[in-house]
């Protein structure tokens, strides 16, 4: 059963860094695209940006570049979303979903990140 | 940039058919892809490639292209399909975006 399981909610005040994680098991963890989306408190969805586990290949939606880091560790089929200083506005959910030839099929339970000033 | 519009709401009556639209300002026109959302949970996709359904999706649900919308309609809509739905596609680069988001109620 293909799942991805993301890390648990995380309350944080502004300037301080955070990493969230998402485990994908059932699946070749380096075969597929895994994407990260934000969704603010009371709005829609955003993509941020994708990662190819198999060899890092990353790319940022206009709107995130330079905004938050994707990355992955293809060793424990885990990939990541991090900021090195947090602002408030970076306060929403945040999901991560897997790309397959029927589009972003399977995602995560969510991670919700709040952050204080 | 790329951009997809949605209509920001929609209400039907139960047994009514749904229809919810998106439009793209860019060509040439990629696939579209339907999520649905209801509250406190993640995107459950119930539309991919304009018209084919996940399984799993009731064949309510259906997708149709016209060129330059596409289309999700819900017929003989249930008060369990009251959430939020999300179009979405890809830019001609590859980038992946979401329309607005349509609130569907069952009054």
């Known amino acids: 059963e293909v799942q991805l399981v993301q890390s648990g909610a995380e309350v944080k005040k502004a300037g301080e860094s955070l990493k969230i994680s998402c485990k994908g098991s059932?699946?070749?963890?380096?075969?597929?695209?895994i994407g990260w989306v934000r969704q603010m408190p009371g709005k829609g969805l955003e993509f941020m940006g994708i990662?190819?586990?198999?060899?890092?290949?990353?790319r940022y939606s206009p709107s995130f570049q330079g905004q938050a880091t994707i990355s992955a560790d293809k060793s424990i089929s885990t990939a990541y979303l991090q900021w090195s200083s947090l602002k408030s506005s970076d306060s929403a959910m945040y999901f991560c979903?897997?790309?397959?030839?029927?589009?972003?099929?399977?995602w995560g339970q969510g991670t919700l990140v709040t952050v204080s000033s | 940039s790329y951009e997809l519009t949605q209509p920001p709401s929609v209400s039907v009556s139960p047994g009514q058919t749904a229809r919810i639209t998106c439009s793209a300002d860019a060509s040439p026109k990629q696939y579209v892809y339907w999520f649905q959302q209801k509250p406190g949970q993640a995107p459950v996709p119930v539309m991919y490639k304009d018209s084919e359904r996940p399984s799993g999706i009731p064949e309510r649900f259906s997708g149709s292209n016209s060129g330059t919308m596409v289309t999700l309609t819900i017929s003989g809509v249930q008060a369990e399909d009251e959430a939020n739905y999300y179009c979405q596609s890809a830019d001609s680069s590859g980038n992946w975006v979401f329309g607005g988001g349509t609130k569907l109620t069952v009054l």
């Open positions: 059932g699946f070749s963890f380096t075969s597929y695209w």
């Open positions: 979903a897997r790309l397959s030839t029927n589009g972003w099929s399977y």
């Open positions: 990662i190819y586990p198999g060899d890092s290949d990353t």
